[in-house]
């Protein structure tokens, strides 16, 4: 037998949460004014005859998440009666709940927003469901069942686990890949056994392996069974190695600056519509932006920041290969002739769809070296997404890398 046993000394971390969050409704608002999912998130949305379908469901590309929060106080009755009532109501009327939810979003095209706001959802054929319970009032007092609770897959938090899970899982493809890639491994062929601790266990696993459980799976690394000991998270988050992720990780927020500013001028009340045929090309350029995971954030961050703001450099463009598939090129020019600025910009991202392997889409931004203008400062976005790229084309940005030197290199 392949066995793997993890454990850490006991570390008491103080996760900070809002005030008012063991009341479920200001949960709910704090997620969505605060978090990350701020752009993803629709609160109550509402199903047939104005019935609140969940607390919050989250819309990203095919992932569909659907968040319940109960807040059931926790009453020791000195026997398994207390714990077995707080489970009920906190946890199995939660997962009822996302359950029903999920089975009307099968048959759905779209959702009303508590606004009254449609959403539109990706087509069914191409829909992920995530489940998410949070299970609020426990006091860390009682073992927190989850997994297969009967219908499917559900992710249980408490009040320890769900500040870590959103803040440590900070960008929301962080986030669906942990529920996708954690569901697979607790269903797997690994026996986990949860000695204590819970899901934030996970998340200091995840984090630690690179973003992944591949480690524990495969041929090569498979085991049979794996004991979380508890305080697995309490450990990382007081080592070393937390300090130094959050230290690389620190010039990565520069990129979300970027993105909620773009936010303001673009998304229509602040909401991600990817699915709505209305979509721009700049809200799309933004969604590719806003999908970067936090390592690749830094990267891009990195190459946007050191050719903005440093006039002594004679590159003014750069190219940079983010998550996904998606290339983003930068550029720094005035904005006395936006006409001109925009079209080096597309051609430059034209040359990069072209002459790039394994380039699905290229966002372009384009703005102003700071300090440098006169009649004041602009961005401007590109997206390019070309599914078929004829040899024709290729030729044709070819010739443009060669006559305007253009990424020659490339």
Not at 22 to 45: A, D, G, I, Y
Not at 221 to 243: Q, R
Request: with cysteine; glycine share 8%; proline share 3%.
């Amino acid at each position: 037998m392949h066995l793997v046993f993890l454990t850490s000394s006991a570390f008491n971390l103080e996760i900070i949460m809002s005030v008012g969050l063991t009341r479920s409704e200001k949960f709910v608002s704090q997620l969505c004014e605060h978090s990350f999912l701020e752009l993803w998130t629709h609160p109550n949305p509402i199903a047939e005859k104005g019935k609140e379908l969940c607390d919050c469901l989250i819309v990203c590309g095919p992932h569909i998440v659907i968040i319940s929060v109960k807040e059931i106080e926790y009453k020791d009755t000195g026997n398994t009666i207390g714990w077995e009532r707080w489970h009920h109501r906190a946890i199995e009327k939660s997962a009822r709940q996302i359950w029903g939810a999920e089975r009307w979003l099968k048959i759905s095209d779209e959702v009303t927003r508590h606004d009254g706001r449609i959403v539109t959802l990706p087509p069914r054929s191409e829909r992920i469901y995530h489940r998410v319970s949070v299970s609020l009032g426990s006091k860390q007092q009682v073992p927190i069942k989850w997994g297969d609770l009967g219908n499917g897959f559900v992710h249980v938090c408490d009040e320890k686990s769900v500040g870590i899970v959103f803040s440590a899982l900070d960008t929301i493809t962080d986030f669906v890949e942990f529920l996708t890639e954690s569901e697979a491994f607790v269903t797997g062929s690994t026996k986990v056994v949860f000695n204590g601790g819970g899901i934030e266990d996970l998340v200091a696993i995840f984090i630690q392996n690179g973003y992944s459980f591949a480690n524990f799976t495969g041929n090569s690394g498979e085991a049979d069974m794996m004991i979380l000991d508890g305080g697995i998270w309490d450990g990382f988050a007081s080592s070393d190695e937390f300090k130094e992720c959050a230290k690389r990780f620190e010039g990565s927020y520069r990129w979300d600056a970027l993105i909620k500013h773009y936010a303001i001028d673009l998304l229509t009340d602040g909401m991600f519509e990817m699915h709505s045929q209305s979509v721009t090309d700049d809200q799309h350029a933004l969604i590719e932006m806003a999908l970067q995971p936090r390592d690749t954030r830094a990267q891009l961050s990195e190459a946007f920041f050191a050719i903005l703001g440093n006039p002594e450099l004679k590159v003014r463009s750069r190219l940079a290969l983010g998550y996904g598939g998606t290339a983003f090129v930068f550029l720094i020019a005035s904005s006395s002739d936006r006409e001109i600025r925009v079209q080096e910009l597309s051609l430059r991202c034209l040359v990069v769809q072209c002459k790039q392997p394994d380039t699905q889409r290229v966002v372009g931004i384009a703005t102003d070296q700071p300090g440098s203008s006169k009649i004041g400062y602009s961005t401007d976005l590109v997206y390019i997404d070309l599914p078929d790229i004829s040899q024709e084309m290729i030729d044709k940005a070819t010739e443009i890398q060669n006559e305007l030197s253009y990424f020659p290199n490339l």
